[in-house]
């Protein structure tokens, strides 16, 4: 069975701080989405990566996917109030014929304090 | 601004009620996916569909759970009878080709008392 374990679980800093959260899976993905969700929300795309070493850059966010596409971090430099919401990882495998589903982590829940 | 739209947003209902969420994808996207969300459990795939098909509902329980896609325009997921662990947020998605990137609806908050 396929896992992704996300930490930390909770996380909350001070506006201006910065802050890396981690998606971990003993499994090989084909692709990795991050994903944030605000309360009362769905959640949103943020960036999909896919390969080995690859590094996303959206605004203060920086997105790195492992050589070994088994894990995957999130970087926020300078936090602000808006960044506040679940964060959500999840991979995809598309190894298994025409299975599209993805795997997802629990999310780091972000708290943003002015 | 294309988006997925879920109705109810919100809904409480009594064990043993029948209980119809209902999901409009994104025009032109040919996947649908239906999600719960629990605190405990996160995001759990039910079930989904490509080009209205059923492919994959293994997450679902299939006593007393259903999805369909009548036409293109429309997806639904049943409840019937509801029990109150059914209780969380209902989440529709959809997406296009091969890509799984997937775009959600606000969910359906379904408290079954």
């Known amino acids: 069975t396929q896992l992704l374990e996300q930490s930390p679980q909770f996380l909350s800093i001070q506006e201006g701080e910065n802050l890396t959260v981690y998606c971990n899976s003993s499994?090989?993905?084909?692709?990795l989405q991050w994903y944030r969700q605000e309360p009362g929300e769905g959640p949103v795309l943020l960036v999909t990566?896919?390969?080995g070493g690859e590094v996303k850059k959206l605004k203060r966010l920086t997105f790195q996917f492992g050589d070994a596409r088994k894990d995957s971090s999130l970087h926020i430099t300078a936090a602000q109030p808006g960044d506040t919401g679940l964060y959500l990882c999840?991979?995809?495998?598309?190894?298994?014929?025409?299975?599209?589903?993805?795997?997802w982590g629990l999310g780091t829940s972000l708290a943003v304090n002015p | 601004d294309a988006r997925v739209t879920q109705t109810p947003r919100h809904k409480v209902t009594e064990m043993g009620q029948e209980v119809t969420m209902r999901c409009q994808p994104i025009l032109g996207h040919n996947t649908v996916f239906w999600y719960r969300q629990t605190m405990m459990q996160g995001l759990e795939l039910l079930a989904y569909?490509?080009?209205?098909?059923?492919?994959?509902d293994s997450g679902m329980p299939k006593d007393r759970f259903s999805a369909e896609m009548p036409d293109a325009t429309l997806a639904t997921l049943k409840i019937q009878p509801s029990e109150p662990r059914d209780s969380a947020v209902y989440f529709c998605a959809s997406g296009y080709g091969k890509n799984t990137e997937a775009f959600f609806g606000q969910g359906t908050r379904l408290t079954v008392v």
């Open positions: 499994s090989v993905f084909s692709s």
């Open positions: 999840a991979g995809g495998d598309f190894r298994a014929g025409n299975n599209r589903k993805l795997i």
């Open positions: 990566v896919v390969t």
């Open positions: 569909f490509r080009n209205r098909a059923p492919l994959d």
